[in-house]
């Protein structure tokens, strides 16, 4: 068949039923659709006839759409809570107590006198109803009023502390319930922040779902940090009134009832005016609560509380105790030693103790607002690394942060020895050996030295002594910037920091006490010296639990060759270069100053044949000093403590250094046959200061005096040494 012919069975029907069946799926679909949105209309329409049985309107309409918005935010706010509750519910499920102090630590110095205490004095013995109803009020006076009221956070009293605060008598009322304080006290830190504030309103409500109102405040009392070690009013009212907590008086009790917001401020041993004028305000909190009237109060008014003396542990090396008690805490760890009571006797000397106190603080004192210096530290050991001294700073009642541990600060041209020492070691170098002075570059990085100028060729020595820059860091382009650090370890500093293309100039992180820790390696011929505070633990029955080992072998860090060297170039600084402040007649000084950019810090660490000290000054808040350079303040209270620590003592020599040294003797303190390195100086700063400028004065006298021999026509004996 081809194409043009008509089919004969190709007919008109058949060319009409499939249009009819397109026309039908059509008219199904748009019926279909039809239906659909029909039967949405009349469903819709049922729905709003349902719904229009709730509508309402006037004053009924307003009250719904509150309710309706009520448990929409209500919704939303429990979600929010149940967040915010969840660091609540993670520390109750562990069920753990923040612990007080879990050891009560005697400390003695070197002689086996005691210097102080650290850790617990608690007592929970005695129940609530023992103890004076005027403790309790002068406590829920003071603390918190409605505590027998709220749910475990008092609105009421957060508000009116707010708006007391806001008068500036922040003093007399707190924001946090006794409960919120109780809860940090168990589960928190001392952080403030937010979300710690969130968790304890959180824990203080769970506290008053699960105890009385009575054991809430039994814990309280029992808990709360008195100051001087003590934890809970029955160990405070012993510690500061020798009374049981039964036998205190209604003054001795407002006393205490004050030291919860700050016992370091108010604490009678600490500031005895500010502790009376503290529980002043709390007898006056107990009238204005209607606890007791004015007339009950009267006498305690006139006749306020008297502590017994607690000076000695006010003049107690505490920045030393600090340190000591965390090292003995690691010690107890370290051997697993049974009990809580242990007796440590220390390597602190108390009277060289006094001499850098005094040292430090009045030079600060003196000099301090002239060169916009307000803090300075010092740490002195004796020349195989017991600790002699420790000063963290100006006043450990104002600041307990201790500057010669804790902080880190750039030490400046003061780590200079561990370059000059490696370049020894690894060069071949010599004192007297010459370098150019000259510009140098270590990629865009070209230090310049203090006054801008070179010299050109120089001696080591005298570039050491003159503290110029561009000599270290060009012996640390052929050391190895690396090397130089890893001796700066082995010697003694722990504090890691990165070496960077300045790290010849002192840009690192150190401490006073790993400075000391390095310098005493010079002292000790080249043997490693880490510094120690704690020769022997005990228990309290006197049991051993540690000694310190002195015969425990040392590791090398420098040759003997060295370290003759090094202390030979020390010595220049302290003769010819930037630390002549330092220098003190009869006694072979020597060290290395340090001054960092902008004047934020200024070093002095040096060493004679007997000790070995480290000073820095600065502010704790990285201010710029007013030109205050290592060559000044530092070296001063350096050379003061050290006058002070050579009297009454054999002055040894010190290796490498070609020095006669003389002993002073300002007092004659002890026996002929007891050994000169056990007697301590027992004069003051100040009686020794005196003796030492009438000792002075009167050599000069007798240098220009002529002696009676001449007058009388005699052969003069010859002098000694002469």
């Not at 005695?126 to 475990?152: N, S």
């Not at 002043?280 to 017994?308: D, M, Y």
């Not at 022997?536 to 420098?558: C, F, H, I, K």
Request: proline share 4%.
């Amino acid at each position: 068949m081809g194409f043009g012919v008509q089919d004969p069975f190709y007919t008109k029907e058949k060319r009409r039923k499939p249009a009819g069946s397109m026309l039908a799926a059509d008219a199904w679909l748009d019926s279909s659709l039809y239906e659909f949105w029909q039967a949405l209309g009349r469903g819709y329409t049922r729905y709003q006839d349902f719904m229009g049985r709730f509508h309402v309107t006037g004053i009924k309409r307003f009250f719904v759409e509150i309710l309706s918005d009520a448990f929409t935010f209500g919704a939303i706010g429990a979600v929010l809570m149940t967040a915010l509750a969840m660091p609540a519910f993670d520390i109750i499920a562990r069920g753990s107590f923040n612990k007080a102090e879990d050891y009560a630590v005697v400390f003695l110095d070197r002689f086996g006198s005691e210097i102080g205490r650290r850790g617990i004095r608690s007592d929970d013995s005695v129940a609530l109803d023992q103890m004076p109803d005027f403790l309790i009020k002068a406590t829920l006076a003071t603390e918190d009023r409605r505590f027998y009221e709220h749910f475990g956070i008092d609105i009421v009293g957060t508000m009116r502390a707010l708006a007391t605060n806001a008068t500036g008598e922040s003093s007399l009322h707190g924001g946090s319930s006794l409960t919120q304080q109780l809860a940090k006290q168990l589960f928190l830190s001392s952080e403030r922040t937010l979300e710690r504030k969130i968790v304890e309103a959180f824990l203080s409500v769970w506290l008053e779902w699960h105890y009385s109102k009575d054991e809430i405040l039994k814990l309280y009392l029992d808990r709360a940090y008195m100051g001087g070690g003590n934890f809970g009013v029955v160990a405070a009212a012993e510690y500061y009134f020798g009374k049981r907590i039964q036998d205190i008086s209604l003054a001795e009790a407002a006393m205490l009832s004050g030291l919860y917001k700050a016992p370091g401020r108010w604490a009678p041993h600490i500031d005895l005016a500010a502790a009376r004028g503290r529980a002043n305000v709390v007898l006056s909190n107990l009238v204005a609560a209607g606890f007791l009237t004015e007339g009950q109060v009267t006498a305690a008014r006139r006749h306020p509380a008297s502590p017994i003396d607690r000076t000695a542990d006010v003049n107690s090396p505490n920045y030393f105790l600090d340190w000591a008690f965390e090292e003995s805490k690691r010690l107890i760890e370290d051997t697993q030693a049974p009990g809580n009571n242990f007796v440590v006797r220390t390597t602190i000397d108390t009277t060289l103790q006094k001499y850098a106190e005094e040292a430090i603080t009045s030079v600060v004192r003196e000099q301090g607002e002239q060169y916009r210096v307000s803090q300075a530290a010092m740490v002195a050991t004796d020349t195989q690394g017991a600790i002699r001294a420790m000063v963290g700073g100006m006043d450990y009642g104002k600041s307990q942060f201790n500057r010669a541990i804790v902080s880190t600060r750039q030490p400046g041209s003061s780590y200079k020895p561990f370059v000059y020492a490696e370049a020894f070691e690894q060069l071949g170098l010599k004192p007297t050996d010459t370098i150019s002075d000259r510009p140098v570059c270590i990629g865009d990085w070209c230090p310049q030295n203090y006054g801008r100028s070179y010299r050109g060729q120089t001696s080591l020595i005298s570039a050491f002594a003159s503290s110029i820059n561009t000599v270290p860091v060009t012996l640390s382009i052929k050391t190895g910037r690396e090397a130089i650090a890893q001796l700066s370890y082995r010697m003694g500093l722990r504090q890691e920091y990165p070496v960077t293309r300045s790290l010849a100039l002192g840009v690192a992180s150190v401490s006073v006490l790993d400075m000391t820790s390095s310098y005493a390696v010079f002292a000790n011929h080249g043997l490693k010296t880490p510094a120690y505070g704690i020769t022997r633990m005990t228990n309290s029955q006197g049991a051993l639990v540690w000694e310190y080992d002195t015969d425990a072998p040392r590791e090398r860090v420098l040759s003997e060759q060295t370290v003759a060297y090094m202390n030979q170039m020390m010595r220049a600084v302290v003769t010819s270069g930037t630390g002549r402040r330092a220098e003190i007649a009869g006694v072979p000084t020597l060290g290395k100053t340090g001054t960092t950019t902008s004047y934020r810090d200024a070093w002095f660490a040096g060493l004679t044949g007997n000790y070995v000290a480290a000073v820095w000054f600065g502010n704790d808040d990285y201010r710029p000093t007013n030109n205050l350079t290592g060559g000044l303040l530092p070296t001063i209270a350096w050379q003061k403590f050290m006058a002070y620590a050579h009297t009454n003592i054999a002055v040894a020599p010190v290796f490498g250094v070609d020095f006669v040294p003389e002993t002073t003797m300002v007092a004659d303190t002890a026996e002929e046959d007891d050994p000169a390195e056990e007697r301590p100086p027992n004069l003051t700063p100040a009686a020794a200061r005196k003796l030492l400028d009438l000792a002075e004065r009167l050599d000069t006298t007798l240098r220009n005096a002529t002696p009676l021999s001449e007058q009388a026509g005699l052969p003069l004996a010859p002098r000694e040494g002469g």
